[in-house]
């Protein structure tokens, strides 16, 4: 056996094919051997039917024209040529001889009861002997009357029936297995196919995906289940690849001051080591808040906050991060003003909500200029199922460029505006994992001048996130 062929009729389609061609064909057989059955078994009925019904005629003829007129009417019927060629008489005398008819002797065994019976005889008319169905009875005067048909068309439509039952059942397995291998080819396809693209991506090549047919069948939606699990293991990959590389080139630089810092330290005098320490801890405490930023992100992004979360009132903790940030903010001459609903009740986790809004106002009163204004709002939006809490944060700071609004919230982007500023660009990144995390949505929009931020948190999603 060739190896395709092997690995054809290896498939699961190819053995449900002949699971279902053996059911078929064990069905056909049934339903087949059924008709053969029921119409045989009414044409015999029929046939013993049409000699009662004969017999009864001839016995009236007896009784009405006495054995003259009957033998007569055998006569015209067993005839060559003008008679019936199939039909089977036989009249006996009180004596047992044949007065008329197309059998000699009466058959041994032959009751005269009237019950169908088969029976071989000899018919003298064609010389030979034959398979017959017969009835017989007595008349009066000790004549016997035995009237029977040939059962050889019988047998024929039998032989013939049995014969279209056997080419049938030929067939209808025959074409199961065409149809078998037919669909097992097919589906073989579409599932090499699949495996073709599998090959290439496990060699590397992330950015192939499965072919579709357009057919919109189970292999269509299997395939784009698949392509969107690839295009979103391959984004995986890139988000990998860049925080690898913003790892190695937003650490190199305080790791090469920290060094450099050390170094010097060593051979610094007593008086101008200590200050050199210390700005070595300060470069090492930044390095360790990068990876600790690093850290929470991924615990949030598994999910591992959710078994902080409890019952808590949003209002009151926007309160105490504006409260804290108040005096920094004064004291840089920027305004803050908050317009809050007396209470908004959720589920979430009390320290990752506040770690989330104290980036968000931490990174409006680190970018905006003295005489800037940061207005916060916190309201509902929608009903019931729909509700939402909508946390507001607008300043009239420097803002975000429309094209970057969706990559700030990439890990370690920073914008040219920010590079002044300390950071690791992971601020943004920490809150849209935490607004995940709670159900919610992070936008930025313009607020003509400067920048709002919109965190939308879904009520009931927060509560499911529990379950």
């Known amino acids: 056996m060739s190896p395709s062929l092997r690995r054809l009729t290896n498939t699961a389609t190819f053995r449900l094919a002949l699971g279902y061609m053996a059911l ?43 054995p003259r007129g009957l033998i007569q009417a055998i006569d015209r019927r067993s005839s060559r ?17 044949r007065v008329a008819g197309n059998i000699d002797t009466w058959p041994a065994g032959v009751q005269t009861d009237g019950q ?52 049938g059942v030929g067939v209808t397995l025959v074409l199961g297995l065409i149809s078998g291998i037919f669909m097992s080819r097919r589906l073989l396809a579409r599932v090499e196919a699949i495996g073709s693209t599998s090959r290439e991506i496990m060699e590397g090549d992330l950015s192939k995906r499965i072919a579709l047919d357009g057919s919109d069948d189970e292999f269509d939606r299997l395939a784009q289940n698949l392509n969107r699990m690839l295009e979103r293991i391959e ?3 890139g988000e990998m690849r860049l925080v690898t590389d913003s790892l190695a080139h937003d650490l190199r ?21 200590d200050r050199a320490i210390a700005q070595a801890i300060a470069q090492a405490d930044a390095v360790l808040a990068t990876f600790t930023a690093l850290i929470e992100i991924s615990r949030i992004e598994a999910g591992i906050g959710r078994s902080e979360m409890v019952p ?18 004064e004291e840089k001459g920027l305004s803050v003003t908050l317009d809050a609903v007396s209470a908004a009740p959720m589920h979430g986790s009390p ?49 975000i460029p429309v094209a970057d609004r969706d990559r700030v919230f990439e890990r ?56």
Not at 317 to 322: A, F, N, T
Request: charged fraction near 20%.
């Open 235 to 237: 984004a995986l990959m």
């Open 116 to 167: 169908w019976t088969r029976l071989e005889v000899f018919r003298a008319d064609v010389e030979r002997r034959r398979l017959i169905g017969a009835r017989a009875f007595a008349l009066g005067g000790g004549y016997r009357l035995l009237v029977g048909r040939d059962m050889v068309a019988l047998g024929s439509f039998q032989a013939v029936l049995l014969e279209a039952l056997i080419w």
């Open 24 to 66: 078929f064909g064990a069905s056909a057989v049934l339903l087949l051997s059924f008709i053969w059955w029921t119409t045989a078994g009414v044409i015999e009925r029929q046939v013993g039917e049409t000699v009662e019904a004969e017999l009864r005629g001839l016995a009236d003829q007896y009784r009405t024209e006495g």
């Open 253 to 273: 630089s305080p790791l090469t001051r920290l060094r450099g810092g050390l170094d010097m330290a060593l051979r610094a005098p007593s008086a101008e080591r």
């Open 81 to 97: 040529g003008a008679g019936d060629p199939d039909g089977i008489y036989l009249l006996t005398d009180p004596l047992g001889r």
């Open 351 to 399: 320290q990752l909500l506040a770690l989330a809004l104290s980036n968000l106002l931490d990174n409006a009163v680190k970018y905006c200029r003295a005489g800037d204004i940061i207005a916060l709002s916190l309201g509902a939006e929608g009903e019931g199922a729909e509700s939402h809490w909508v946390l507001t944060i607008a300043d009239t700071g420097p803002g």
């Open 412 to 467: 370690f982007v920073r914008l040219d505006e920010s590079r002044h500023a300390p950071g690791s660009g992971l601020g943004l990144s920490l809150v849209a994992a935490i607004a995940k995390l709670h159900g919610g949505t992070v936008t930025l929009e313009d607020n003509a001048p400067g920048l709002r931020l919109v965190w939308r948190l879904s009520v009931h999603s927060s509560n499911a996130a529990l379950q």
């Open 312 to 329: 808590l009132d949003l209002a009151d903790s926007l309160r105490d991060i504006v409260e804290l940030y108040q005096p920094v903010a």
